[in-house]
């Protein structure tokens, strides 16, 4: 096995332990921690070690950090949410590089329909979460505006990068699901399972396959 298939192999396996053992879980410590910033950090190296773009291996490196400073988040709500959300705002904006300078799908209209709902359908849904936002209302509405954008440059990509498309579009699914785990539970509450369950997978997979299909698309 090649080293790059190692790294994506390991990664793989520590998402997965991650989703199975602890996504739902406040407790775990350091080993927690470990397993959900080793999974991003290793699809990282995977892409790296691949030859993939280094937009690529920057958006999984920051995406890595994020994952670090939001499991550290559940130790210290007020210092590590902010740094986490701004990680995750950096690899979009990454992604988002990445994704303008792959070749686009041509004469297709319903890629111009779906870019417009996604968009609509981003911005509606932050104006419903506002209430509950309260002093982060600015860093959400800022976090939204570059996530969708992403979301809306994946929606461009040629068919051979369909797999990065899928991706993006979990990752955006994941994060509308995480937000309503961070603003709406109730204070003490513990995290819901289901939706930690969903948050987890789609963000994981979708994670996965940005790194694939940037790497590997079809021919």
């Not at 950090?41 to 691949?50: R, V």
């Not at 670090?68 to 590590?80: I, N, Q, S, T, V």
């Amino acid at each position: 096995m090649t080293p790059d298939l190692i790294a994506l192999t390991s990664a793989l396996v520590l998402g997965v332990l991650y989703w199975l053992l602890w996504c739902w879980r406040e407790d775990g410590g350091l080993l927690k921690t470990l397993v959900k910033t080793g999974s991003t950090a290793l699809l990282a190296l995977f892409a790296y070690l691949a030859g993939g773009p280094w937009l690529l291996v920057a958006g999984l490196a920051l995406s890595s950090a994020g994952d670090l400073f939001l499991a550290l988040d559940g130790r210290d709500a007020d210092k590590w949410l902010k740094p986490g959300m701004g990680a995750f705002f950096l690899a979009h904006v990454a992604y988002i590089a990445l994704f303008w300078g792959l070749p686009v799908s041509g004469g297709n209209w319903l890629v111009p329909v779906a870019q417009v709902v996604l968009a609509l359908a981003g911005v509606t849904y932050a104006r419903w979460l506002s209430p509950s936002l309260g002093e982060m209302r600015i860093p959400v509405f800022a976090y939204t505006g570059i996530i969708l954008g992403m979301g809306v440059l994946a929606l461009r990509l040629d068919p051979q990068y369909l797999a990065v498309t899928l991706g993006a579009m979990m990752f955006v699914a994941s994060d509308m699901i995480l937000a309503l785990q961070l603003f709406t539970r109730p204070a003490g509450e513990a995290p819901r399972v289901v939706p930690s369950i969903l948050v987890w997978g789609l963000y994981y997979g979708g994670q996965a396959l940005i790194a694939w299909g940037a790497v590997h698309p079809f021919a």
